[in-house]
């Protein structure tokens, strides 16, 4: 069967797109995962129609988003300038400054979203593991069997955990992941209706987790509700905020986790 290169050399198109570029895009879409090889012929994905159907500077845009989206570039997430390579392709692809200025700043939100989701997921997981662990090093595995990760069925409920003490009563924890180390200071993401719950729920606390170096989830400490007040943003005349980036040093946290006992 012959090979899906052989057409390139016959491809007529005015001498625009030489059968080189023409390898280098075959390359860039299969790497995308917009075309598939299969003995010597190339099958489109579902998504490759939205690439065809679009403008030439949407498509641009369409395509950089999907090769953003593969690679997971540090820079995106950890808001540090592109590299100048990387900077003069976009520029080439949206040559426009507003535009371009426009969809990199949502780019970059958008990644912040997704990178700031799996972390907490990540640290949520950790939390849930070494509570068990707890429970079963007392002898209570029964109870570590009610350990519950209830953010999967609703992030609605201003925690992220529920898990038993030894005496069966309950203890909900909302679990916060940073994956930035300070001097001292931990940055977490709060919403009202965590700090609502935390203020009015003697048996809510906060765990604060930290990436380490090793790219495994520490435990930085806890705290209860109350221990947050004076890092909440105030409400005023032109609306109530509704989430907050807070800075909170980590001498208010307790090591360790929310005790059994």
């Given amino acids: 069967m012959p090979s899906v290169h052989a057409g390139y050399t016959h491809y007529s198109s005015g001498g625009v797109y030489p059968p080189e570029d023409l390898r280098l895009g075959e390359q860039l879409l299969l790497a995308l995962r917009l075309l598939r090889e299969e003995d010597g012929h190339l099958y489109p994905s579902g998504d490759v129609g939205e690439v065809i159907a679009a403008a030439d500077p949407d498509a641009h845009e369409l395509l950089l988003v999907r090769a953003l989206e593969f690679t997971q570039p540090a820079w995106l997430t950890e808001h540090e300038s592109a590299p100048e390579e990387v900077a003069a392709t976009v520029a080439q692809l949206i040559p426009d400054p507003e535009r371009r200025e426009a969809f990199l700043l949502a780019l970059g939100a ?14 949520e997981d950790a939390v849930v593991e070494l509570l068990k662990d707890e429970l079963i090093g007392f002898g209570r595995e029964s109870l570590a069997n009610d350990v519950r990760r209830v953010s999967l069925v609703s992030d609605a409920l201003g925690y992220d955990i529920v898990a038993p003490r030894l005496d069966e009563t309950k203890r909900r924890i909302e679990v916060k992941t940073s994956g930035r180390a300070g001097e001292g200071l931990v940055r977490i993401y709060l919403s009202r209706n965590e700090a609502e719950v935390g203020r009015r729920d003697p048996a809510w606390s906060l765990v604060v987790c930290r990436l380490g170096a090793d790219d495994a989830i520490l435990i930085v400490g806890w705290c209860r509700g109350s221990a947050l007040e004076p890092y909440l943003p105030s409400d005023r005349p032109a609306g109530r905020w509704v989430q907050a980036e807070l800075e909170i040093p980590e001498a208010i946290l307790i090591a360790g986790l929310p005790s059994a006992v």
């Fill in 110 to 123: 958008t990644f912040d979203d997704s990178a700031r989701t799996a972390l907490g997921s990540r640290g």
